[in-house]
């Protein structure tokens, strides 16, 4: 067993004595004075799916007058899988409209953010979430979070399949606790607390939080070796065998700490569900029982699995994870991986149903300045209730298991409010773009993300043209800072924010999500940028290889 560690950080003291994640929350819920919660309270709301944040655009104005800051909350479903009803979308709809910003996001783990909650409209929103079968369980905190699958139908016959797997999992790995309940929808507090004893989490709960990924190859669109968990569905003549297990994936680091990095996870080995999927579901329980025993607890930088397997060495996080499972992993099976993209616009599936692919740009589900009014068509969508909602990792937005009879009715309602020309009409690399919230709700940011990207993709698609580059596939992504949200690492270009207006460029990675990219220029802004990447279609242009993507080429002649 792992050696007990010392110098816990304080955020183990808090998990310890929170009763049950419970802290008092109560209590600062009827504060009227202030918009926010707690200190400790603050740690102890992430494991309820939201977080504490404030608008730091206005922090300087606020501060001027004397006021706090102004507080409110981000509220995040647990979606396993990503998929909505069309009531469930109807109401996520009001719910925004009437308690938050107004603005529904996709998230790069398929599900949705409502940011601009304000304290005293917590409960009413998790109440009303909860009237339709939603809640946000787990959604932030040191636990498993939101468990994440292929989402596009198309992908294979047994789609449904590893969905249910992706929805089971997160259901097995929920906490015991019935805190949440007690506290968003004032249920009747449990008398004998051997009720919610806990044999996964104990009272500490995991040292960081925790990941989970299933893919069906040849798409990697969830990102599967970004994960702690990844599992690779086998599937031989339309049958699923089993998963290769790969384990210790993660994209966070800290500028200038040479001990913290972005890892891919390694893959371990094959597990078997043809017979009974019990060995799958026991080695998943068991990783995490491992990264809570060896996991550090006391450097919160270093607290992923990704260290663990590093300090155990692989060969060592194997063993121990079999000593656990009490079987030894098969070796694992061969898969192929071609790509990370979604499948935009209208197909069919082998079930005779349609799926219209929706490009929501950066998540944002509004209704644009441009007519391009994608909220109200999704509303209207959902009031047909002929449609379900499923989101993509790549913040997207699949209008899915629609029948024949219902395609033309659909069809009139996205041409009608502009989103079937919105879609088409994206370039190539807008439609493979992706950026995190970053400012001005991330408490973390050090630079804008989603609310510049799409203008500095305007940029490079000129510079692209004047290359005459334009058809080229080319995976884009931004974080406002190194915490790896928006998976920036794992793209052919990515940018990490270091300062207002200032970004780390790296190249290098490629189409499947099987390479980091590499640190190219330091601390670029804009102009920099858009003259080093010009630079660097130029040299594509001219010397690439027959058929060679550009990230191919940028690791192959530009970072090595």
Same mark, same amino acid.
């Given at each position: 067993?792992?050696?007990e560690q010392?110098? +816990?950080?304080p955020v183990e003291?808090i998990?310890?004595e ?5 802290? =008092?929350?109560?209590?600062? &819920?009827k504060?009227? %004075?202030t918009?926010?919660?707690?200190e400790?309270?603050?740690?102890l709301?992430k494991f ?5 944040? #404030?608008?730091?655009d206005?922090?300087e ?5 004397? &006021?706090?800051r ?6 995040r479903?647990r +979606?396993?899988?990503? !998929?909505?009803t069309?009531?469930q979308?109807?109401?996520?709809? /009001?719910i925004a409209g009437?308690?938050?910003?107004g603005?529904?996001k996709?998230?790069t783990?398929q599900t %949705?953010?409502?940011h601009g909650i ?5 409960r009413p929103?998790?109440k009303? !979430? $909860?009237?339709?079968?939603?809640d ?5 905190g040191d636990?498993n ?9 198309l992908?294979?016959p ?10 089971r999992i997160?259901?097995?790995?929920l906490p015991? =606790?019935?805190g949440?309940y007690?506290v968003w929808?004032?249920?009747?507090k449990?008398?004998d607390k051997?009720?919610?004893e806990d044999?996964?989490?104990?009272d500490?709960y995991l040292?960081?939080k !925790?990941?989970i990924g299933l893919?069906i190859?040849p /798409?990697n669109?969830s ?5 702690d968990l990844?599992l690779i569905?086998?599937?031989?003549n339309?049958e ?7 384990v210790g ?7 200038? /700490? ?6 891919l ?5 094959f597990v078997?569900?043809?017979e009974?999927?019990?060995?799958l ?9 491992v990264?809570r025993?060896f996991?550090n607890r006391?450097d ?6 990704k260290? =663990?397997i590093?300090a155990l060495?692989? #060969?060592g996080?194997?063993?121990?994870l079999e000593?656990r499972i ?5 070796e694992a ?5 071609n790509?990370r993209?979604d499948h935009?616009?209208?197909a069919?599936s082998?079930t005779?149903?349609w799926?219209?692919t929706v490009f929501?740009e950066?998540?944002r589900?509004?209704?644009?300045e441009?007519?391009?009014?994608l909220?109200t068509?999704?509303?209207?969508v959902?009031q ?5 909602f499923?989101?993509t ?5 699949? +209008?899915?298991d %629609? ?6 009715e %659909?069809e ?5 409010h502009?989103?079937l020309?919105?879609t088409e009409a994206?370039s190539l690399?807008r439609?493979?773009?992706m950026?995190?919230v ?8 050090l630079a804008?993300?989603?609310r510049?990207l799409?203008e500095?993709? =305007?940029?490079?698609d000129e510079v &692209?043209?004047?290359?005459a580059?334009?058809?080229?596939e080319?995976?884009?992504r ?7 949200c928006?998976?920036s690492?794992?793209?052919?270009i990515g940018?990490?924010g270091?300062?207002p207006?200032?970004?780390? &460029?790296?190249?290098?990675? $490629?189409?499947e999500g099987e390479r980091l ?5 330091? /601390?670029?802004d804009e102009?920099?940028i ?5 630079t660097a279609?130029g040299l594509?242009?001219?010397?690439r290889q027959?058929g060679e993507r ?6 192959r002649?530009?970072?090595n």
């Amino acid at each position: 067993m792992a050696t007990e560690q010392k110098n +816990l950080s304080p955020v183990e003291r808090i998990k310890v004595e929170s009763d049950g994640l419970r802290g =008092t929350l109560n209590e600062s &819920l009827k504060d009227e %004075i202030t918009g926010a919660i707690r200190e400790d309270d603050t740690n102890l709301v992430k494991f309820h799916g939201m977080y504490m944040q #404030d608008d730091r655009d206005r922090r300087e104005e606020r501060a001027a007058k004397k &006021l706090e800051r102004l507080y409110s909350f981000m509220i995040r479903l647990r +979606l396993p899988g990503g !998929f909505l009803t069309p009531q469930q979308w109807v109401a996520t709809h /009001n719910i925004a409209g009437e308690n938050s910003t107004g603005v529904i996001k996709i998230t790069t783990r398929q599900t %949705i953010q409502l940011h601009g909650i304000v304290k005293s409209k917590t409960r009413p929103t998790i109440k009303a !979430f $909860d009237q339709v079968g939603l809640d946000s369980i787990a959604a932030c905190g040191d636990v498993n979070r939101n468990v994440v699958s292929s989402a596009n139908p198309l992908e294979s016959p047994l789609h449904e399949r590893i969905y249910q797997y992706a929805d089971r999992i997160s259901e097995y790995l929920l906490p015991k =606790t019935r805190g949440y309940y007690e506290v968003w929808l004032e249920d009747e507090k449990i008398i004998d607390k051997k009720e919610e004893e806990d044999p996964l989490y104990q009272d500490r709960y995991l040292p960081r939080k !925790f990941k989970i990924g299933l893919v069906i190859p040849p /798409n990697n669109d969830s990102d599967v070796f970004a994960q702690d968990l990844g599992l690779i569905a086998i599937i031989e003549n339309n049958e699923l065998k089993g998963f290769n297990i790969a384990v210790g994936g993660g994209l966070s680091f800290t500028h200038g /700490n040479a001990e913290t990095y972005p890892r891919l996870a390694s893959i371990l080995g094959f597990v078997s569900v043809e017979e009974s999927d019990e060995k799958l579901f026991k080695a998943v329980y068991e990783v995490l029982t491992v990264q809570r025993d060896f996991g550090n607890r006391s450097d919160r930088k270093r607290a992923r699995v990704k260290y =663990t397997i590093d300090a155990l060495t692989v #060969d060592g996080y194997r063993k121990e994870l079999e000593s656990r499972i009490g079987f030894q992993l098969e070796e694992a099976r061969p898969y192929k991986l071609n790509s990370r993209k979604d499948h935009y616009g209208w197909a069919q599936s082998d079930t005779g149903l349609w799926h219209y692919t929706v490009f929501v740009e950066n998540g944002r589900v509004l209704d644009l300045e441009n007519g391009v009014v994608l909220k109200t068509a999704f509303l209207e969508v959902a009031q047909t209730g002929k449609a379900n909602f499923r989101f993509t990792c790549n913040q997207n937005v699949i +209008l899915s298991d %629609i029948t024949p009879e219902n395609k033309a009715e %659909i069809e009139q309602i996205l041409a009608k409010h502009n989103v079937l020309a919105h879609t088409e009409a994206a370039s190539l690399l807008r439609k493979n773009a992706m950026a995190c919230v970053a400012l001005p709700t991330c408490p973390l940011a050090l630079a804008e993300a989603q609310r510049y990207l799409p203008e500095l993709i =305007t940029k490079i698609d000129e510079v &692209l043209a004047k290359h005459a580059l334009l058809d080229e596939e080319i995976i884009i992504r931004m974080t406002g800072c190194p915490n790896g949200c928006g998976r920036s690492v794992l793209s052919e270009i990515g940018f990490i924010g270091t300062a207002p207006g200032r970004y780390n &460029l790296n190249l290098g990675g $490629d189409m499947e999500g099987e390479r980091l990219n590499v640190l190219y220029k330091e /601390n670029l802004d804009e102009a920099a940028i858009l003259q080093e990447l010009d630079t660097a279609f130029g040299l594509f242009k001219q010397n690439r290889q027959l058929g060679e993507r550009f990230g191919d080429f940028a690791y192959r002649t530009l970072v090595n």
